[in-house]
């Protein structure tokens, strides 16, 4: 056991699963138990609890928690004394910001928040949404939804809801229409202002974070190597798009080179085409585990 250990929250529940995976392509294996609120992690500097995102800032501004990851919306809700070390843009789903939203029945007259003045508004959110309305000195009545906060307009217990979503499929299913944008949220990693300030403990969030976002960023991109000859290199060289210029080597045959680049995978189907065209032969396309 480490002379020294960081208290790590790994938020419960919907993140859980995607941020088990993207530690492991970090570089830290997290080994979960049934009902096991303490999962095992093979690096003896981190204890990692399990904590759901909506409590996790006040656990960690408490300092029960040395560090975690949470959504910015609950930060917000708790107005939780925190620091916010980056933002870490990943979900279940799409892999982009969530929004909070404000949403009311399809068929219903209120076009605009002004509409709701003196409806009820369902939300799990209470304390944003409140300053939401009290911000835009609309007098509205928000109660705390206990779940299926969509079904509430639907089964009539509320006017409008604040919901959050990512493509909101689940708000059309149910036949709701998206009236304001309350609050862009996404995953952030945070710490204890006392630990920030603990020289060991800020270096181990500090390379957390740089190994998360670096197996973040290796998610949208891949790794191509190939083989040009001479004569069509600047043909070639001149297609590749790369975060720095492409690794160019002489190959033992004096006519031939070896390049190697790294380019978005959204760019990959139409590029190799056109550097096959160009004359690359023996085109690999790899995947990457972290881009730093």
């Given at each position: 056991m480490s002379a020294f250990s960081l208290k790590f929250g790994i938020p419960k529940g919907s993140l859980e699963?995607?941020?088990?995976?993207?530690?492991?392509?970090?570089?830290w294996k997290i080994s979960m138990r049934a009902r096991n609120y303490f999962p095992?992690?093979?690096?003896p500097e981190l204890a990692t609890r399990l904590c759901r995102p909506q409590e996790?800032?006040?656990?960690?501004?408490?300092?029960?928690?040395?560090a975690g990851l949470t959504g910015k919306d609950w930060i917000m809700e708790n107005q939780a004394d925190v620091q916010v070390v980056s933002d870490l843009i990943y979900s279940k789903v799409s892999n982009r910001q969530a929004r909070w939203v404000l949403a009311v029945a399809g068929d219903s007259p209120y076009?605009?928040?002004?509409d709701l003045a003196g409806r009820r508004v369902a939300t799990e959110?209470?304390?944003l949404a409140q300053r939401y309305f009290a911000s835009r000195n609309i007098p509205v009545k928000v109660e705390y939804s206990w779940g299926a906060t969509e079904a509430k307009v639907v089964e009539g217990l509320a006017d409008a809801i604040v919901e959050v979503t990512e493509t909101e499929s689940t708000i059309r299913a149910h036949g709701l229409r998206v009236i304001d944008e309350v609050l862009a949220t996404n995953t952030q990693l945070i710490a204890n202002p006392a630990t920030w300030a603990d020289p060991w403990k800020r270096r181990k969030i500090e390379q957390i974070n740089l190994l998360l976002q670096g197996a973040l960023r290796a998610g949208s991109l891949v790794g191509l190597k190939m083989n040009v000859r001479s004569s069509r290199l600047r043909e070639v060289i001149d297609l590749l798009p790369s975060l720095n210029s492409p690794t160019i080597s002489g190959l033992r045959d004096s006519d031939w080179h070896a390049l190697e680049v790294v380019v978005s995978i959204e760019a990959v189907r139409d590029l190799v085409p056109l550097l096959v065209e160009a004359g690359a032969e023996?085109?690999?396309?790899y995947p990457l585990n972290k881009v730093i």
């Open positions: 699963e995607a941020t088990i995976s993207l530690f492991a392509r970090s570089g095992e992690v093979d690096d996790m800032p006040r656990y960690v501004a408490d300092g029960v928690l040395d076009l605009r928040p002004e959110i209470t304390g023996g085109i690999i396309e």
